[in-house]
C-alpha cells in the first residue's frame, strides 16, 4: 500500500509560480514512476506531467510545457512540481499518481495504481 499527500497549493496570480509536492509513504518509492494530474471544475481529471523512477526522463502535457517541471529525490519519497507563468487555466485540483511499472509516461489515468487526495490550484488573472 503506497500513500501519497500532496501540498503546496493556494492562490496564485497570473504570471506567478507555485510549487507543489507529494510525499509518498513506504520504502519502495524509487521503483514508482510518478505522475501529476489536474481537473478543473467541470473537466475530466487530465495528465499533467510524468517521470519515470530513476528522475532521469520526464514528460509533459503540451499545455504546461516550458512552463512546469517535474523532478523527485528518492531519498526524500517526495515527487515535485513547479509552476511558472501560471495562467488562470491551469485553475484546478492537482492529483499525483503513482504508477508501479515504473514509467510515469502514460497520460491514462486508469494506467496508475495509487492517488493522492489533491491540493487546490487558483490563479487569478
Do not use: H
Amino acid at each position: 500500500q503506497v500513500q501519497l499527500v500532496e501540498s503546496g497549493g493556494g492562490l496564485g496570480q497570473a504570471g506567478g509560480s507555485l510549487r507543489l509536492s507529494c510525499a509518498a509513504s513506504g520504502r519502495t518509492f524509487s521503483r514508482y514512476g510518478m505522475a501529476w494530474f489536474r481537473q478543473g471544475p467541470g473537466k475530466e481529471r487530465e495528465f499533467v506531467a510524468g517521470i519515470r523512477r530513476s528522475g532521469v526522463t520526464t514528460y509533459y502535457a503540451d499545455s504546461v510545457k516550458g512552463r512546469f517541471t517535474i523532478s523527485r529525490d528518492n531519498a526524500k519519497n517526495t515527487v515535485y512540481l513547479q509552476m511558472n507563468s501560471l495562467k488562470p487555466e491551469d485553475t484546478a485540483v492537482y492529483y499525483c499518481a503513482a504508477d508501479l511499472t515504473g514509467s510515469g509516461s502514460s497520460p491514462r489515468v486508469i494506467e496508475y495504481d495509487y492517488w493522492g487526495q489533491g491540493t487546490q490550484v487558483t490563479v487569478s488573472s
